[in-house]
T-cell receptor, first 111, second 112 residues
Framework: GENVEQHPSTLSVQEGDSAVIKCTYSDSASNYFPWYKQELGKRPQLIIDIRSNVGEKKDQRIAVTLNKTAKHFSLHITETQPEDSAVYFCAAPSGNTPLVFGKGTRLSVIA | ETGVTQTPRHLVMGMTNKKSLKCEQHLGHNAMYWYKQSAKKPLELMFVYSLEERVENNSVPSRFSPECPNSSHLFLHLHTLQPEDSALYLC???????????FGPGTRLTVL
């Protein structure tokens, strides 16, 4: 069925380095791609999203890029800080399902 | 942080018990969702309600029964659950289906 693949499942970076998480989707009609951050014991929170009419969106240290032809989108975090440590989920609409989520990436920022 | 609330935050129940989870949203949204989050699987969509009508049921076992009495409230009624149903149950809401979803804090359910 329709799904969203997310890689890597775990990622460790040194503080100050960049982190990149990639997702692919299968429904070519998908037009909305949010990213959520979930800290330990807390709810998933939207950190950035992009719609299919743009290829890139930035918000301070966070950016998302979208390649509709290849059906993949990526989250970029620059100048990582310890408080960026969390699980990150990508998501995309698929068929009748408003959002299908990736399996998550556990990001660890090492001070 | 208080846009979507869930009660209780923690619940321990036996396999023969009946309990209900409650979700309330204060954002004026028209769509509400139940998700199951476990260590083995990502966020699994269970039910979607749009304008108080159920539009999605992802083959969820009948021991889970949702109820949406109005656009601000959503319930998940539980009965004769199994230990493998232990998980974090998250509620979410959005302005309409296919819009940004905002999550509640979740109910951590343990089935003994």
């Amino acid at each position: 069925g329709e799904n969203v693949e997310q890689h890597p499942s775990t990622l460790s970076v040194q503080e100050g380095d960049s982190a990149v998480i990639k997702c692919t989707y299968s429904d070519s009609a998908s037009n909305y791609f949010p990213w959520y951050k979930q800290e330990l014991g807390k709810r998933p929170q939207l950190i950035i999203d992009i719609r299919s009419n743009v290829g890139e969106k930035k918000d301070q240290r966070i950016a998302v890029t979208l390649n509709k032809t290849a059906k993949h989108f990526s989250l970029h975090i620059t100048e990582t800080q310890p408080e960026d440590s969390a699980v990150y989920f990508c998501a995309a609409p698929s068929g009748n399902t408003p959002l299908v989520f990736g399996k998550g990436t556990r990001l660890s920022v090492i001070a | 942080e208080t846009g979507v609330t869930q009660t209780p935050r923690h619940l321990v129940m036996g396999m023969t018990n009946k309990k209900s989870l409650k979700c309330e949203q204060h954002l004026g949204h028209n769509a509400m969702y139940w998700y199951k989050q476990s260590a083995k699987k990502p966020l699994e969509l269970m039910f979607v309600y749009s304008l108080e009508e159920r539009v999605e049921n992802n083959s969820v076992p009948s021991r889970f029964s949702p109820e949406c009495p109005n656009s601000s409230h959503l319930f998940l009624h539980l009965h004769t659950l199994q230990p493998e149903d232990s998980a974090l149950y998250l509620c979410a809401s959005s302005q309409e289906s296919y819009y940004t979803q905002y999550f509640g804090p979740g109910t951590r359910l343990t089935v003994l």
